[in-house]
């Protein structure tokens, strides 16, 4: 059996319904994902799958920018090269993030990989919801038309304000699976967003009554018959309340869910369809984690520990973080939060999962910076070599 195996991080260490208006921009991605020679001992196709982020700053503020996503990658053969980006910005304020990402490289037989990004104007009142959903069509190479099944994942986000940033009460990215269209050798599949900004924080301004938001969501298609792959929906939950009293800690379950048992899978993983973040109250954010960890496969079982957490406020935010003059001045609120997830559990006939994580340290010095400044933004090249291989008889 072809087990999970784990990249070496080896980077940094992280620090501990109504409708409104929307706009979609469709970035047709023609990314190239090329099958090996024949004489590689390698299996037809590898891909790379998000897996969720940690994020934290040193102390609680409305989010400018926040996001984690993977923005494109090429297999070829026994390696892979990708681009992973995660996005930090705290307004007026100058903060240091730390943060996770994950990420998990697939290599399989009978699958074809069809990543790609959408851009979403999100505008509003505060206080109003924004709920939008759109239809993405993507172009099939023959290898991909007419499969038994078309499963899309969610490959990451990045939300970025445009205008001075609120406090986040709810946001929610679904995708949807997709179905073929014979006339024009297409998958089609939705894309459903829902949001609400609010502020009752002086950094907002006293003037601040709209919300305007860029949202950049990464997703990925999958293509493949029932012989090379199986597919099974999930989803998992929590709901938690803070006071102003106890420091809310994580401490994340880990999971175990059940495959197939009618057919022998040789690896697996679970990726995201949806994520959902709902707070009581609109509130300033110091934590926020949308993460698979640690996902093992073996007999039919895949395991792993699903970590959703938000924190509004911890004891050191006001005399241990990156801009002192500032954190004095933070506040803390009580609240409930329910943050939930659709997940896909994936197993493969023949293939085999590798994880990989990336820890990185971002410092926003703000100066009137925009939220689109390079120094909002930390991106990362991985240059991957991948241990699956198939050894052919």
């Given at each position: ?65 926040i ?17 992973l980006?995660?996005?930090s ?54 290898e991909a ?51 609400r900004?609010?502020?009752k ?13 860029q ?37 994340p ?8 048992t ?42 792993v ?17 990156a ?71």
């Open positions: 059996m072809h087990k999970n195996r784990n990249f070496e991080p080896g980077l940094f260490d992280a620090y501990p319904p109504r409708f409104l208006s929307m706009h979609v921009v469709i970035a047709a991605l023609g990314f190239w994902l090329a099958s090996p020679s024949a004489s590689a001992q390698m299996y037809e196709s590898s891909f790379v799958v998000w897996q969720g982020f940690q994020h934290r700053w040193t102390y609680n503020h409305p989010p400018a920018r996001g984690d996503y993977i923005e494109w990658f090429k297999c070829k053969g026994d390696g892979c090269a990708a681009r980006k995660h996005s910005a705290s307004a007026k304020r100058p903060d240091a993030t730390g943060f996770r990402s994950f990420y998990s490289v697939v290599s399989a037989n009978g699958v074809t990989a069809l990543p790609g990004l959408l851009a979403f104007e999100l505008r509003g009142k505060n206080g109003q919801i924004v709920n939008a959903e759109h239809t993405v069509k993507v172009p099939l190479p023959p038309r007419g499969a038994d099944k078309y499963v899309v994942l969610l490959s990451g986000f990045d939300l970025t304000c445009r205008e001075k940033p609120d406090q986040i009460e709810r946001f929610s990215i679904s995708v949807g699976d997709g179905f073929y269209s014979r006339s024009d050798s297409s998958m089609n599949f939705d894309v459903s967003v829902f949001a900004f609010d502020c924080s002086g950094e907002c301004g006293t003037r601040n009554r709209s919300y305007d938001y949202l950049t969501i990464s997703y990925l298609a999958l293509a493949a018959d029932d012989a090379a792959m199986h597919s099974r929906g999930l989803s998992i939950n929590r709901a938690y309340f803070w006071d102003r009293k106890f420091e809310t800690q994580n401490t379950p880990r999971q175990t869910f059940v495959g197939d009618t057919k022998y899978y040789t690896a697996a993983l679970v990726a995201f369809k949806r994520i959902t973040f709902i707070l009581s109250r609109p509130q300033n954010v110091l934590e926020w984690n949308m993460a698979l960890m640690g996902g093992k496969y073996e007999k039919g079982k895949y395991t520990t699903p970590d959703l957490f938000f924190k509004q406020w911890s004891k050191t935010m006001k005399k241990r973080s801009s002192l003059k500032h954190s004095r001045w933070t506040k803390k609120k009580a609240g409930l939060a329910e943050i939930s997830a659709d997940l896909t559990l994936l197993e493969f006939t023949e293939g085999c999962v590798e994880n990989g994580t990336v820890n990185g340290r971002m410092r926003w010095t703000a100066k009137n910076r925009d939220p689109d400044a390079d120094e909002a933004l930390y991106r990362k090249g991985l240059t991957l070599k991948l241990k699956c291989q198939k050894s052919k008889p």
